[in-house]
């Protein structure tokens, strides 16, 4: 099992896995169009952290970071149906964090989160309570009426993965 940040970078594996993701995003959010999916898990903005397990993509999370305002907003999430509620989405989240900070020196994460995801989101840190000023996010992220907004905040120094 492995955990790897990368985006649209040419490398043949890297995008073989970006496939896989996209994939597991088309089954797993089928309210979102699949252009728009495999639009942003390819745009070279966007990056995504995936969990990998015998070359075979579980799940994973792309995010755009936005390194001049520290923050970075989550596009999409998901683990493939039959891995599910067996930790790896929480891992998958820590993962992020770790990079997010260590790497893009991100300090929050914002995120529409589906109303059935919420719950999920509320166990990884995330509030619906925004407290990023509105001036470093503002005109960053679209309006999108299908979710609830909901931000966490990245601790500077805690240890996120092993
Ligand atoms: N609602 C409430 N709690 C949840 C949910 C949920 N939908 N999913 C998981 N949890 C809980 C688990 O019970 C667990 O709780 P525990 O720590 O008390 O045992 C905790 O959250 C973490 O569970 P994991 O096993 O780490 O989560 P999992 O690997 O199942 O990944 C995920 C969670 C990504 C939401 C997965 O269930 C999934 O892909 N769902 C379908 C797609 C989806 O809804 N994605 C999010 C859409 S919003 C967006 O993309 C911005």
């Not at 907003?73 to 930790?87: L, N, P, R, Y």
Request: glycine share 8%; proline share 3%; with cysteine.
């Amino acid at each position: 099992l492995k955990f790897v940040c990368l985006g649209n970078d040419c490398v043949d594996q890297h995008m073989i896995w970006l496939i896989g993701l996209k994939n597991v995003f088309a089954r797993q959010l089928p309210n979102m169009p699949k252009e728009y999916i495999v639009r942003l898990v390819m745009d070279r903005s966007h990056k995504s952290v995936m969990v990998i397990r015998r070359n075979q993509v579980v799940g994973g999370i792309t995010y755009r970071p936005y390194v001049s305002q520290k923050f970075g907003e989550i596009a999409f999430c998901a683990i493939t149906a039959d891995e599910q509620v067996k930790g790896y989405g929480t891992r998958l989240m820590n993962h992020l964090k770790q990079y997010a900070r260590d790497i893009d020196g991100l300090t929050h994460f914002l995120t529409y989160a589906d109303n059935n995801a919420v719950g999920y989101f509320i166990k990884q840190g995330f509030t619906k309570e925004i407290s990023l000023e509105k001036d470093r996010w503002q005109g960053y992220i679209k309006d999108y009426d299908g979710g609830i907004l909901m931000e966490c905040k990245i601790d500077p120094k805690l240890p996120y993965t092993d």
